[in-house]
């Protein structure tokens, strides 16, 4: 079954790099550090830390990770991985040059050996569920500590990975140590051949995210520049064919909220025109951000064509719809609003975050909407009732709050394989 993985993942690399070169022709970050997908790169001193998180919302996890990392063993040098440009810049904004930041190369013997030649990590920590045969294999014969920080695994990915016999098995036995979201994840991944006295219940690190400080008053600065009477709601995130739904919401809310404002945030910043070309068609009055152009009343929406604002327009907004949702893609960040206590509305389709949702769901701090004329329904219901708004805002709020600590148990774990921690 090995055999057959590698040679599948040799006759599938020119495609993939292909596929990169043509999708740079739209985004040319995609052409950026290529010879990193192969392994190649900058080598940085041996027996650091490294850490990888596949895109954007796991990087944004990573992050009280990382400055934790930083703050207890300042003299390890840290790299963070990541398989995506968006994943990769956003890395690059949030850590600077504290971190080495680059791309986790194919999951290719020879790739994986030039990476780990040049990084030589002392421990290895992957986010959630990435599973990598080659890579984790290289990193036992190495002797190298890996673990599976918040790792999750659905039922579903369960029979999945049964199917692959024991291509999985061999990849989770070892030295691979799984620090778990809950007991059912401990339970599925020991099912599936990791060693039970290796599989630990940590918790979900995205809990333990901490907001930039100044959010807050950031958020209370972008609500005058918004209109501070006039209701505000954000649609976060949003993927093709999203905006659609979205904008159909937001026509239908305008009769009983005629002064309403949309603040859209599309998801990858390539789009950002081809949103701003259907905002057009539909004759919507609307500025982007990097115009810089005032927000006027006769403004109904502000496309938000730049990175890294979404969680301040989350602080300035009535209520937050997080998009990937109402399309399968699977959802993103419901724990940003929720952590500013604003209520949140998500669609049915959040795989990705499916924990997150159902406690923020039971705790009556999000609600599910199956289309533009639900969302509709749902944004006017709590932009109507301001006592409603805030009790789920509250509910939220609390549910992060209550569910924190994980990144404190994790920490606990690593000291076993890093000793006393240098720094405190």
Known sequence: ???????????????????????????????????????????????????????????????????????????????????????????TRLFGDEVGVRYLPYDLPGPVRRFLDRVRPRVAIVLETELWPNLFRACERRGVPLVLASARVSERSVRRYRRLGGLVRETLAGRVIVAAQSTADAERFASLGADAARVHVTGNLKFDFELPPETEARGRELRVALGAARPVWVAGSTHEGEEEQVLDAHQRLLPSHPDALLVLVPRHPPRFESVAALLRRRGVAFVTRSSGAAVTTATRVLLVDALGELVNFYAAADVAFVGGSLVPVGGHNLLEPAALARPVVTGPHTASAAPVARLLIEAGAAEVVADGAALAAAVGRLLGDREAALAAGRAGLAAVRDNRGTLARFLALLESLLGARAAT
């Open 1 to 91: 079954m090995r055999l057959l993985y590698i040679c599948l993942g040799y006759g599938l690399a020119p495609f993939l790099l292909a596929a990169s070169l043509w999708r740079g022709l739209r985004d040319r970050s995609y052409w950026q550090a290529l010879p990193e997908r192969f392994g190649f790169g900058a080598a940085v001193a041996a027996g650091g830390l490294w850490v990888h998180a596949v895109s954007v919302g796991e990087v944004q996890a990573a992050a009280s990770l990382v400055q934790a990392l930083r703050r207890r063993y300042p003299e390890l040098p840290l790299t963070l991985t990541t398989s995506t440009p968006t994943g990769r810049g956003r890395a």
